[in-house]
C-alpha cells in the first residue's frame, strides 16, 4: 500500500506548525495508496472530527488533542485513530488492518493509538484518559 506525499506533509504540518487539528485519511483501494480526505482547521471541534468520520467505512485519522494537566499546564497529544465501525465491509476491515501499521510508521511523531469501532470507543473521556 503507497502512502501519498500528501499524507506526510499535512501530518508534519500538524505536527510542527499545527495548522490542522485533524486530518483523516482513505485508502483508495483502485489505486493502491493512503491519501487524505479530510483536513480539519484548527478552530474545529472534537465534534467536527467526529462528525467526519463515516459511520459504515474505515479510516486512519490524526487528531490533536489539546488539554490541561491537573498541574494546571497546557499540553497536547497527537493521536492516530484505526476507525473500524462493525458495519463496514469485511473487505475493508481487512484492508485497513493490514496496512496500519505500515502507514503508522510513515508518520513521525504519533504518541497514542486509538482502535474504534464505534463513537464511544474515541469520545473525549477516552482521549482524556489515555493523554495524561
Not at 107 to 125: C, H, K, R
Amino acid at each position: 500500500m503507497a502512502v501519498h506525499d500528501d499524507c506526510k506533509l499535512k501530518f508534519l504540518e500538524l505536527k510542527a506548525k499545527r495548522t490542522h487539528r485533524f486530518i483523516v485519511f482513505k485508502i483508495e483501494e483502485k489505486q493502491k495508496q493512503v491519501i487524505v480526505e479530510k483536513v480539519g482547521e484548527p478552530a474545529q471541534s472534537y465534534e467536527d472530527f467526529s462528525a467526519s468520520l463515516p459511520a459504515d467505512e474505515c479510516r486512519y485519522a490524526v487528531y490533536d488533542f489539546d488539554f490541561v494537566t491537573e498541574e494546571n499546564c497546557q499540553k497536547s497529544r497527537i493521536f492516530f485513530i484505526a476507525w473500524c465501525p462493525d458495519t463496514a465491509r469485511v473487505r475493508s476491515k481487512m484492508i485497513y488492518a493490514s496496512s496500519k501499521d505500515r502507514f503508522k510508521r510513515e508518520l513521525d511523531g504519533i504518541q497514542i493509538e486509538l482502535q474504534a469501532t464505534d463513537p464511544t470507543e474515541m469520545g473525549l473521556d477516552v482521549f482524556k484518559s489515555r493523554a495524561n
